[in-house]
């Protein structure tokens, strides 16, 4: 029970990773607020675990401030903010539109920095908190996904900025970049490609040294250690976990 007396604030906790990792935080004693676009898949996560549910647009400065806000007063503090807030529009940069770039930038990198700037207020003020931002593989650079590989890479730097700031206030700030991992999102790459999905997996298992793609399990307990005491003099950093180097 890691997470007795904490609180923590998963934003996309409705899916994927963000609700293994919600799930996960609640089951070693964490309260968690799931945000979502959508509030009723972030209520079926957070109805089991007695969360809280909460609707937000984090490309929206408001609704951002109102989330965290709320996450306080039902909840009694804040200590964790988990980013996973996410979306793909992948295409090639000469197809790419001016929309397909904005609304992946925006999501990623002005959502999280919201977050983490409502966030750190509370933080800062009792002298503890921890943030993990969700990167990717793909900041290293991804074939038709010039704004998703430019907006996670921009997420490492912001966590490495960030530590340095709030480092002196306890506040640690870290990222974890994933790779292949089982969820809607890969789902949907492999439509775009036009590849039956279980021939897709297969594919990227093969290139995998664990011969095995991720689960987004396998995401969420190493965001959970470094939302824990354990990780307390870890911060800063990017932890790729895709299965081998």
């Known amino acids: 029970?890691?997470?007795?007396?904490?609180?923590?604030?998963?934003t996309g906790g409705?899916?994927?990773?963000?609700a293994a990792t919600a799930q996960l935080l609640a089951r070693e004693g964490a309260k968690v607020a799931v945000s979502d676009l959508?509030?009723?898949?972030?209520?079926?996560?957070?109805?089991?675990i007695r969360g809280v549910a909460i609707a937000c647009d984090v490309t929206d400065r408001a609704q951002v401030d109102a989330m965290v806000e709320r996450?306080?007063?039902?909840?009694?503090?804040?200590?964790?903010?988990?980013?996973?807030?996410?979306?793909?529009?992948?295409?090639?940069?000469?197809?790419?539109?001016?929309?397909?770039?904005?609304?992946?930038?925006?999501?990623?990198?002005?959502?999280?920095?919201?977050?983490?700037?409502?966030?750190?207020?509370?933080?800062?003020?009792?002298?503890?908190?921890k943030m993990v931002f969700l990167s990717s593989?793909?900041?290293?650079?991804?074939?038709?996904?010039?704004?998703?590989?430019a907006a996670k890479a921009g997420l490492q730097?912001?966590?490495?900025?960030?530590a340095i700031e709030l480092g002196p206030f306890n506040v640690n700030v870290n990222t974890v970049a994933p790779g292949f991992i089982e969820t809607r999102m890969t789902r949907a790459t492999a439509e775009r490609l036009g590849v039956d999905f279980d021939a897709f997996k297969i594919g990227a298992a093969s290139q995998i040294p664990l011969r095995?793609?991720?689960?987004?399990?396998?995401?969420?307990?190493?965001?959970?250690?470094?939302?824990s005491d354990e990780s307390s003099f870890v911060s800063g950093q990017t932890l790729y976990v895709r299965g081998g180097p």
Not at 1 to 10: E, N, P
Not at 96 to 115: A, N, P, R, S, Y
Not at 138 to 148: E, I, K, P
């Open 71 to 129: 996450t306080v007063k039902e909840l009694g503090r804040l200590d964790i903010l988990v980013a996973c807030a996410g979306l793909t529009r992948d295409n090639l940069i000469f197809k790419m539109t001016d929309e397909d770039w904005d609304v992946v930038i925006d999501t990623h990198l002005k959502g999280t920095f919201l977050c983490a700037r409502a966030a750190q207020k509370h933080m800062v003020a009792q002298k503890y908190g």
């Open 1 to 10: 029970m890691r997470f007795t007396d904490r609180v923590a604030l998963v």
């Open 38 to 48: 959508d509030v009723g898949p972030a209520e079926e996560v957070a109805g089991p």
């Open 157 to 162: 730097g912001m966590a490495r900025t960030l």
């Open 137 to 149: 593989t793909s900041a290293l650079g991804n074939r038709g996904q010039a704004n998703y590989s």
């Open 212 to 227: 095995r793609v991720g689960q987004p399990e396998d995401i969420a307990t190493v965001i959970a250690f470094l939302c």
């Open 14 to 18: 409705a899916r994927g990773i963000g």
